[in-house]
T-cell receptor, first 114, second 115 residues
Framework: AQTVTQSQPEMSVQEAETVTLSCTYD???????LFWYKQPPSRQMILVIR??????QNATENRFSVNFQKAAKSFSLKISDSQLGDTAMYFC???????????FGTGTRLQVTL | DAGITQSPRHKVTETGTPVTLRCHQT?????MYWYRQDPGHGLRLIHY???????DKGEVSDGYSVSRSKTEDFLLTLESATSSQTSVYFC??????????????FGPGTRLTVL
């Protein structure tokens, strides 16, 4: 079975600081894609960053970056210079293949404070 | 933003009544999905479609059926709603012809309450 584990149900960070959200996954597939989705109070699911498993280079999108450790099946999200607008629920997810079912973690609720 | 709409956005219904949720896309994406979101569970796949009239079950399909008669529409039906189906339902789309493989685009969600 394919699983995603987010061990931090809630986290808090001060504005302008850096925070890292953890994610581990389990799959027997060798080719897959990993994602971090953000869900603000509006409930809209927003893609933050994606990583192809065959790429060794960690993905980066502005203030968001990942630490992808394939052997350890770990995919953490680092948010630098945290902003109040980063307050949201963050979900780690992966999919095996280009058109398949996403498997989600249970989410980490991030609160950015002044 | 990907052109995905869901209707209704909110619905309150009574146990035992049938309910149909609609997902409509304007992106001509091949794949469509229905997820439900519950506290402590993240999003879980109910059903998905890989083409017109081609559908398959997800991990929480009991009590739900789907239909896709056109590329742009994917319907989720609760034949006889139960309180355990109170949830937020998300539709998503994807297409393996896109360069950003594997990415799914989500609709705004439907909050369903079954009394």
């Amino acid at each position: 079975a394919q699983t995603v584990t987010q061990s931090q149900p809630e986290m808090s960070v001060q504005e302008a600081e850096t925070v890292t959200l953890s994610c581990t996954y389990d799959t027997s597939e060798s080719n897959y894609y990993l994602f971090w989705y953000k869900q603000p109070p509006s409930r809209q699911m927003i893609l933050v960053i994606r990583q192809e498993a065959y790429k060794q280079q960690n993905a980066t999108e502005n203030r968001f970056s990942v630490n992808f450790q394939k052997a350890a099946k770990s995919f953490s999200l680092k948010i630098s210079d945290s902003q109040l607008g980063d307050t949201a629920m963050y979900f780690c997810a992966f999919v095996t293949g280009t058109a398949s079912k996403l498997t989600f973690g249970t989410g980490t609720r991030l609160q950015v404070t002044l | 933003d990907a052109g995905i709409t869901q209707s209704p956005r909110h619905k309150v219904t009574e146990t035992g009544t049938p309910v149909t949720l609609r997902c409509h896309q304007t992106e001509n994406h091949r794949y469509m999905y229905w997820y439900r979101q519950d506290p402590g569970h993240g999003l879980r796949l109910i059903h998905y479609s890989y083409g017109v009239k081609d559908t398959d079950k997800g991990e929480v399909s009991d009590g739900y059926s789907v239909s896709r008669s056109k590329t742009e529409d994917f319907l989720l039906t609760l034949e006889s709603a139960t309180s355990s189906q109170t949830s937020v339902y998300f539709c998503a789309i994807s297409d393996d012809r896109l360069p950003q493989g594997g990415e799914q685009f989500f609709g705004p969600g439907t909050r369903l309450t079954v009394l």
